[in-house]
């Protein structure tokens, strides 16, 4: 079986995001830079597991200590600057904790 060579591009990015099911409702995050509304996510760092990234993003963001449910799918697409994203969607299970501000320069409000 021939190998085909994967070169990753300089605009290359993976990303994950989170959707985290509060009863009836779902967790949002407002970022401070852009002044938008999302799921809790953010970027993999280098050699970090996709699912483990997922993790530490929703801690970093919320505070929130959680299991993951379900991989939702993985989406691919190009974004307004011309990097390529690669995005983990993912679903948690139980968590524990109140969702809070954990650093006010990336997220300035949880609900």
Do not use: C
Not at 43 to 63: I, S
Not at 70 to 91: P, Q, V
């Amino acid at each position: 079986m021939e190998k085909k060579r994967t070169t990753i591009k300089q605009s290359q990015k993976i990303t994950v995001s989170l959707i985290v099911p509060r009863g009836n409702k779902l967790l949002y995050v407002h970022g401070a830079k852009y002044h938008t509304w999302g799921f809790p996510g953010g970027k993999v760092e280098l050699f970090e597991d996709p699912f483990e990234a997922a993790l530490r993003e929703l801690y970093e963001e919320t505070g929130l200590i959680a299991s993951l449910k379900t991989l939702i799918g993985i989406y691919k697409f190009e974004s307004d600057r011309g990097n390529d994203i690669t995005t983990y969607s993912f679903t948690t299970g139980r968590y524990k904790g109140e969702p809070r501000v954990m650093n006010k320069e990336e997220i300035d409000e949880v609900a």
